[in-house]
């Protein structure tokens, strides 16, 4: 069955351009964003791994490890990284897995023979420091995914963890949030001293509490 939001997600060991990870010892306590592309030298995947190296100071401030996948090989990744940081201008220093064998694709549902046969589409799985899937995306082969989004869910996924708070429609940082249906309105007030907006009995809203 297909992994769903809460699962922990399986360990797995396997090659990469930084050598072999094994995935629970590389992630440690860090979040994790793993997300496949479906190959080596392609125009779209060549942008998106360009992005998430150029955003690599907003993952670390988050604790965020980023890992990609495709099933080509270690050389071929390594040779497509020259090319990542002379086009982009970045610096790819992060892992790209080396799946050839489908270990990871297989155990991550990453393969949907009825879009893209025989190669990885574009998965994305934030994983939490329990290891712990938090989300899922997945994108056709034609669209480069959207990374600032993938930071917008993790400072959500975050905020609800450390804070108790959930967030609202296209919320954005520094944006009001909304408070968790769990927390009685009397304790709400008590726990956010900026202040709680109680618009219905089911629908209240305060100041973002790391801010
Ligand atoms: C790309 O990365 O540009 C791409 C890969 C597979 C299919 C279409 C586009």
Not at 10 to 36: C, H, K, M, R
Not at 93 to 109: E, F, H, K, S
Request: hydrophobic share 35%.
């Amino acid at each position: 069955m297909a992994l769903q939001l809460g699962d922990t997600v399986p360990n797995f060991t396997q090659a990469s351009s930084e050598g072999e990870i094994n995935f629970y010892d590389w992630a440690g306590d860090s979040w994790v964003v793993l997300f496949s592309h479906p190959a080596d030298y392609t125009p779209v995947c060549t942008t998106e791994l360009g992005t998430v190296a150029s955003l690599q100071s907003e993952f670390q401030k988050r604790n965020v490890k980023t890992i990609a996948l495709s099933v080509d090989d270690v050389e071929s990744h390594k040779g497509w990284i020259g090319d990542i940081n002379e086009t982009q201008n970045t610096t790819v220093n992060y892992p790209i897995l080396a799946d050839g064998d489908r270990t990871v694709a297989d155990l991550y549902g990453m393969i949907h023979p009825n879009s893209l046969n025989n190669l990885t589409v574009r998965s994305v799985f934030i994983i939490d420091p329990n290891k712990k899937l938090r989300l899922t995306i997945t994108y056709p082969a034609s669209t480069g995914r959207n990374f600032d989004e993938i930071l917008r869910v993790i400072d959500s996924l975050q905020l609800t963890d450390y804070h108790q708070v959930a967030t609202p429609a296209n919320w954005q940082d520094g944006d009001d949030c909304v408070v968790v249906p769990s927390i009685p309105t009397e304790e709400a007030k008590q726990k956010f001293p900026k202040g709680v907006t109680e618009i219905k009995p089911y629908l209240r809203m305060t100041p973002q509490p790391n801010k």
